[in-house]
Nanobody, 124 residues
């Protein structure tokens, strides 16, 4: 079991940066790939980024590639999402989750232990 808590969201102007953190508890944290997802009002939850259990492999949605960077520090039981060059369309609640189930990393159905989410609002 892994429990996750996201933090670091806030209000930022277009072009600005934020770093989101996902703090995990549980001894099995390092055994799982981790992902970031986001959900805007009236929209489905969508994949943003994922990272393998070792941190050696990363994956990004086309919409954030080149702007966002996912990383993890297993010694600190924390995964991060560095968000640069933010755009108004990045506005959403951002969620961290663990890849419990086999399957595509971009599908929310394959993740669990969802955090409470952190709001990111980008003004134009």
């Amino acid at each position: 079991q892994v429990q996750l808590v996201e933090s670091g969201g806030g209000l930022v102007q277009a072009g600005g940066s934020l770093r989101l953190s996902c703090a995990a508890s549980g001894r099995t944290f390092s055994s799982y790939a981790m992902g970031w997802f986001r959900q805007a009002p009236g929209k489905e939850r969508e994949f943003v980024a994922a990272i393998s259990w070792s941190g050696g492999s990363t994956y990004y949605a086309d919409s954030v590639k080149g702007r966002f960077t996912i990383s993890r520090d297993n010694a600190k039981n924390t995964v991060y999402l560095q968000m640069n060059s933010l755009k108004p369309e990045d506005t959403a609640v951002y969620y961290c989750a663990a890849h419990y189930h086999s399957g595509a990393y971009y599908s929310p159905a394959n993740f669990g232990s969802w955090g409470q989410g952190t709001q990111v609002t980008v003004s134009s």
